[in-house]
């Protein structure tokens, strides 16, 4: 059985007398690296990852402060331990190394078993700290399997219970995805449209008709047009499915996902108008949530490019124009110029997952 590989130390000092004395005392148990300068420090931690660096701080060029400072910057290089090694030993002098981000600090001359016993803690702790994140990112890993799981699983009731949804969930997801992405190039771009924040709002678009649950079979399956007692009925569904998630939101608290809260808007508000015509709440304009306003054209979209028991499915270009002559009414107008922009990716997506 081959033995571990040893931990690597690099030591950075400018007297070359020091970095031999201290290469000895450390050599024995670690693999050391060593720097005559901060610049030659900076370049070796780059290239090849140090456990832990000892350094000095008053050298010429970059001084160890600084050294320390920049390696705190770099993500890269953050959570390597830095002990200060100095001739400097008065109180302010271990506050400022302990400010540029020095994990201990260790006076000259110094005591080889003190160095090696405050070497050893260091990458001891370093050691415990790399196993908690790797366990974090394991249960963060495992926290959004849960989440997709149970997101699955609501979708696939509402799925269950609907005969003519398809492939039509996927396909709205990745609307709502080109449309924000879009979006997010426009200078001011609206709803804060970060990547995490486009992910969010996709990832929560097949929850909008989520409260199709509550609507009764007899209505829900009807293959014929629903009379206006029945229609006023399957109106309820975005009522109800905003409801549903505004509990679970309610019920998780600080720990609820954004893509709960965008599933809240787009399953409440998908049926609003621009013009305040629509449905439940009769919001208009950008009252009307931004996901939920991209839900509204990629919906309509795919339910007009698509085929179903009771009509034939519209052609890409008669749907554009639909849509076209609704902006200001029943479209926001910037969520129609994205889709204008975004035609031939919205024909790819419809090919792709075609029913």
């Known amino acids: 059985m081959n033995a571990p590989a040893r931990e690597t130390v690099l030591v950075v000092d400018d007297t070359p007398v020091n970095l031999t004395l201290m290469a000895q005392v450390l050599n024995k148990h670690y693999r050391v690296q060593v720097a005559a300068s901060g610049a030659k420090a900076l370049e070796i931690a780059g290239r090849s990852l140090p456990d832990l660096i000892v350094l000095d701080v008053m050298m010429p060029g970059i001084d160890g402060h600084a050294v320390c ?3 705190k910057a770099d993500a890269r290089t953050r959570d390597v331990p830095v002990i200060f090694l100095t001739a400097l030993n008065r109180p302010e002098d271990e506050s400022a190394a302990f ?9 000259k001359p110094f005591n080889p078993a003190t160095l090696l016993a405050r070497v050893r803690t260091q990458l001891a702790l370093k050691q415990a700290q790399d196993r908690l994140r790797a366990r974090n990112t394991e249960l963060s890993r495992e926290v959004v399997a849960l989440r997709d799981t149970t997101l699955f699983v609501m979708i696939g009731l509402a799925e269950f219970r609907d ?10 997801q990745e609307y709502v995805r080109a449309l924000a992405q879009w979006l997010a190039t426009l200078p001011g771009a609206q709803g804060d449209l970060t990547a995490d924040t486009i992910d969010a709002m996709a990832r929560a678009a097949p929850l909008h008709d989520i409260g199709k649950v509550a609507i009764p079979d007899a209505i829900l399956l009807k293959p014929g047009k ?10 309820t569904h975005a009522s109800a499915g905003g409801d549903l ?6 019920r998780l608290g600080g720990d609820a996902d954004p893509l709960l809260m965008y599933g809240e808007q787009i399953a409440r508000h998908h049926h609003e108008k621009w ?3 629509g449905y439940p709440d009769g919001l208009a304009g950008e009252a009307i949530p931004l996901a939920a306003r991209l839900m509204a054209v990629a919906d309509v979209y795919d339910a007009l490019i698509s085929r179903r028991p009771y009509k034939e499915p519209m052609s890409h270009a ?7 002559e609704g902006a200001g009414q029943h479209f926001d107008p910037q969520g129609v110029a994205a889709l204008e922009a975004c035609a031939e990716r919205f024909q ?3 090919q792709q997952w075609h029913d």
């Not at 998630?245 to 309610?250: F, V």
């Not at 008669?318 to 076209?324: D, G, S």
């Open 69 to 71: 400072r920049q390696l």
């Open 99 to 107: 400010d540029a981000g020095g994990a201990d600090f260790v006076s």
């Open 163 to 172: 005969a003519d949804t398809g492939n039509h969930i996927v396909r709205t």
């Open 226 to 235: 629903l009379s206006p007692e029945e229609w006023a009925v399957m109106k």
């Open 245 to 250: 998630l505004r509990r679970a939101i309610d």
């Open 275 to 277: 013009d305040g015509s």
């Open 318 to 324: 008669t749907a554009m124009q639909f849509i076209r």
């Open 348 to 350: 790819a997506i419809a």
